[in-house]
């Protein structure tokens, strides 16, 4: 059967695209529409397109998105009634990525030999983290795994949202940043040496900003190399003791203290604790369990100790807001919404509350930080290159001016 490339949009509006192998057009369009999809195109490949996507999909890895969209098929289809194996199979012709195919297909065989879902996703922990093996576990054993399957579907989206957020707030500045240091160097490398013969001819008197400029200009010249090996050197030696668990802590320590920016991650952080440890309580993981789980999603080695030293003293029988209260690190807001829903019982909804508020706030600080931070940079900028422009041009106009007279 020929194969299709096709892009369509979920119900959310969010664009897909993919390889599907049907017998038509049609037959094809017609089964992305019962999963809910509205088409964009969808266009037979060759037998060239189609080796030359199977080969890129081997070598690249596997998106959020992907994993998103197969969980979202896969409880649309159990929720429709189709067993697991059923909508297994159906999920495999829609997977664009080969190697995601090859894993789906494989937990399919392991499921098929004996093995339940969770246990077949768990062979596979590069893709399926194990907040997403504990879930489908809790789904399996409460029979609720269409909605478990949603909720990790949801969870994904809101992750995906979030890094977006974050990655076109800094990319930006990042661009800006990294231009302005590509046209200083190119300056003082390239353009100044030419300027500096000029000025040394004329043996006249240079002005102080352009002494600063050629010694400067001079040491990168004469020194790139051995600075490049320095600095490349002193970059392995770092990456090296931040792999350790007292550099990785130290690391993040500092970073949780850097003004503006420590107080946006621990937002970000807070939020991504709280939703996932609100959608893990909902799916009926034990606390324990759910706690266990979030250490390993929060990526902050400072977070991940507090939460460890929560889940000591809750194997003491200590309450859950006393730990989370001596850390000093959670905001008061959050300790008193936690002691709140462990007195009420719905601690799982009081989570949710704070998650939807810190990622409201994390927007809002995001697109503040990110005002303010265009203007500074444009101003550094053009503070650097006026210092190199004026440093290149006040000897030219003294010895236009000690020619005039």
């Known amino acids: 059967m020929p194969f299709f490339r096709y892009k369509v949009r979920d119900r959310f509006g969010a664009s897909v695209t993919g390889l599907i192998e049907g017998e038509a057009s049609k037959s094809v369009a017609l089964n992305l529409r019962k999963l809910g999809y509205s088409i964009i195109y969808i266009e037979e490949q060759g037998p060239f397109e189609v080796f030359l996507d199977n080969f890129l999909s081997k070598i690249k890895k596997i998106k959020n998105e992907e994993v998103v969209l197969f969980t979202r098929q896969l409880s649309a289809m159990i929720k429709s009634g189709l067993p697991l194996l059923v909508s297994l199979e159906s999920t495999l012709p829609e997977i664009g990525n080969k190697k995601f195919k090859d894993i789906v297909a494989q937990v399919k065989k392991d499921v098929e030999g004996g093995a339940s879902f969770h246990e077949a996703l768990s062979k596979h922990t590069t893709v399926f983290s194990p907040l997403y093996v504990n879930m489908v576990k809790a789904g399996e054993s409460a029979g609720i795994l269409d909605a478990i399957l949603e909720r990790l579907a949801q969870l994904g989206l809101r992750d995906i949202e979030l890094k977006s957020k974050i990655r076109a707030a800094f990319i930006y500045p990042a661009v800006l940043l990294s ?147 001596a850390s000093g690190l959670f905001p008061a807001m959050v300790v008193q919404m936690i002691s709140v829903g462990e007195k009420t019982g719905k601690l799982d909804t009081m989570l949710e509350d704070v998650a939807n508020f810190y990622e409201l706030d994390t927007g809002y600080a995001i697109r503040n930080m990110t005002a303010l931070l265009e203007p500074i940079l444009l101003l550094c900028m053009g503070l650097l290159v006026g210092f190199i422009a004026l440093s290149v041009l006040l000897p030219i106009f003294n010895v236009v001016r000690a020619m005039q007279h």
């Open 179 to 325: 231009l302005a240091i590509a046209v200083i160097i190119f300056l003082l490398v390239a353009v100044l040496p030419k300027f500096i013969a000029i000025f040394e001819a004329s043996d006249m008197r240079l002005p102080l900003p352009t002494i600063i400029l050629i010694t400067l200009s001079r040491f990168l010249k004469d020194f790139f190399i051995p600075l490049a090996f320095i600095i490349t050197f002193a970059v392995v030696l770092f990456l090296r003791y931040i792999r350790s668990d007292k550099g990785r802590y130290n690391l993040h320590h500092f970073f949780l203290n850097i003004p503006v920016f420590g107080p946006l991650w621990l937002k970000i952080i807070v939020a991504r604790f709280a939703y996932i440890l609100s959608y893990l309580t909902k799916s009926g993981v034990p606390l324990l369990s759910a706690l266990a789980v979030v250490e390993g999603t929060v990526g902050n080695a400072v977070v991940v100790h507090a939460l460890q030293h929560v889940r000591s003293s809750l194997t003491e029988g200590q309450s859950l807001a006393e730990p989370f209260r």
